[in-house]
């Protein structure tokens, strides 16, 4: 069921890669709820993704853009404000790439060359993305831009490595530059906190399997899938939350908050 709560708002969507990606979920939720998309992501993602068929059933055009790159970038930002032809409403930043999770190396032998490229990536991207957009005044009033990122930023899961440096960075760069933009535009920036979610990146971890049914176990709601994820984007997107910025928002089902469930307990003593 549509609310229209975008209805005229025109947003870039990072990272949509195919129909498992919550990027993809969020640009056909956005779409829904009746606002014009630009869809992009990096060119190699582009030609082994299937990005092309959410751009038909969106009418969204593809814009390739190598998030390390400032002239991609920029390149990305201007083109966007030509097809809309007016400022960007809300950008979502759903980018994430661990080097060395994907060379098997484990967070107490990092390779720390593969470590700048993560966090290149993964975190400092979105400061590019919110420096870019600054320089270029394009983003209209009140504009809201979310980045994706997870609980392990604020607490040990071994296996998440490196991406957990990333998303305490991603997170840190949310507040800091939400400070400056709100003071230039009204634009707010904040940070979702998901619960862990089925996605080609997320099933590269280590025991992904086993810890999304220890999280669905943990928390009250159970885990908050990607649709979820979708629906609570588009009000930090919408005007319903024009006073909050410079948050990480936790929407994964009260696992954040339950130090121990009956769900659990009970699977320990059996």
Not at 51 to 70: G, H, R, W, Y
Not at 186 to 196: A, C, E
């Amino acid at each position: 069921m549509s609310f229209n709560l975008l209805k005229g708002k025109k947003g870039i969507i990072f990272g949509a890669l195919n129909n498992q990606s919550i990027a993809w979920k969020i640009a056909e939720k956005c779409f829904e709820e009746g606002a014009q998309i630009v869809l992009t992501n990096a060119p190699v993602a582009l030609r082994f993704g299937e990005i092309n068929e959410l751009a038909e059933k969106l009418n969204a055009p593809v814009i390739p853009a190598d998030v390390t790159s400032m002239s991609d970038l920029s390149n990305l930002f201007t083109k966007s404000l030509e097809h809309f032809g007016e400022p960007i409403d809300f950008v979502l930043h759903s980018v994430g790439m661990s080097m060395n999770v994907r060379k098997g190396n484990p967070y107490t032998n990092l390779d720390h060359e593969l470590e700048h490229k993560t966090l290149d990536i993964s975190a400092m991207s979105l400061h590019r993305v919110c420096q870019t957009a600054f320089q270029l005044d394009a983003m209209a009033e009140w504009g809201s831009i979310v980045g994706l990122s997870y609980i392990a930023a604020q607490r040990v899961f071994p296996d998440y490595s490196e991406m957990a440096d990333t998303k305490a960075l991603l997170e840190s760069i949310a507040r800091s530059f939400g400070y400056h933009y709100g003071l230039k535009k009204k634009v707010r920036i904040n940070t979702i906190s998901q619960s862990p979610t089925r996605t080609t990146a997320g099933s590269g971890v280590k025991g992904f399997e086993g810890f999304i049914t220890y999280a669905d176990k943990m928390s009250p709601l159970g885990n908050a899938s990607a649709d979820d994820c979708a629906n609570y984007c588009v009000t930090l997107f919408s005007d319903l939350t024009r006073m909050v910025t410079m948050q990480n928002l936790f929407h994964d089902g009260g696992f954040s908050f339950t130090g121990l469930s009956h769900a659990v307990i009970d699977q320990m003593e059996k």
